[in-house]
């Protein structure tokens, strides 16, 4: 297990479109994001492997749950 949250500083900047700069604020305001929504998909995860009875939270309990939580982050 991590002990901290891996940078996703390179990430954003290969991503970005262009030639933009991420400020240090809005580097981790973006970090806190990803991580809320991680946290959450990885809960709704435990809720559909709860309901099928199962113990272990697998790929197909993330992939069933993804698409409504996108649609939820969304807006």
């Known amino acids: 297990m991590l002990n901290k949250a891996p940078k996703l500083k390179s990430t954003i900047k290969m991503k970005a479109k262009g030639n933009v ?3 240090p604020a809005s580097e981790a305001m ?7 929504f991680l946290s959450n998909l990885a809960e709704e995860a435990k809720a559909n492997a709860f309901e099928e009875k199962s113990a272990t939270i697998r790929a197909h309990h993330v992939k069933a749950v993804s698409k409504k939580m996108l649609k939820k982050a969304r807006g």
Request: without cysteine.
């Open 21 to 23: 700069n991420v400020r």
């Open 30 to 36: 973006i970090e806190l994001i990803t991580l809320l």
